[in-house]
Structure formats: C-alpha cells, structure tokens
C-alpha cells in the first residue's frame, strides 16, 4: 500500500511541475510581443511628428542662414 501511495505522490508532483512549466512557457513570448507593441508605438509616434514638422523647409532655413553668413 505505502508503494501505491508512493507513487500517487511523485505523480502528483511530476503533475503539478508540468502545470507550472506550461503556465511559464507563454511568458517570455508574450514579453516579447509587448516590447514589439511598445517599438511600433515609438515608430508610429516618431514618423507622425516627422510629417507634422517641415523639415524640409528647416533645412533650405538652415542652408540659407549659412550663405549669408559665408558671403
């Protein structure tokens, strides 16, 4: 009887790791994903604010400044 006993425990434990094993083995996908999300809210943020600014008219500014300082 011990031996059934025995065995029905270190099932049970073998058992309960494999739970705990599956319930970790998403986590370090799903990190990534969230660091994925956060890049592409960065990326988004920064093209919308480079549309929003004219940086093409900065630099013909700048270059212009430069001439008249040269000439």
């Known amino acids: 009887m011990s031996k059934i006993a025995l065995t029905l425990y270190f099932w049970q434990l073998t058992a309960l790791d494999k739970v705990a094993a599956r319930r970790e083995a998403g986590q370090g996908t799903l990190e990534y994903v969230g660091m994925i999300a956060v890049a592409a809210i960065i990326i988004v ?12 008219g900065m630099i013909t500014t700048a270059v212009e400044k430069v001439k008249t300082a040269v000439a």
């Open 45 to 56: 943020a920064v093209v919308a604010v480079a549309k929003e600014a004219d940086l093409g």
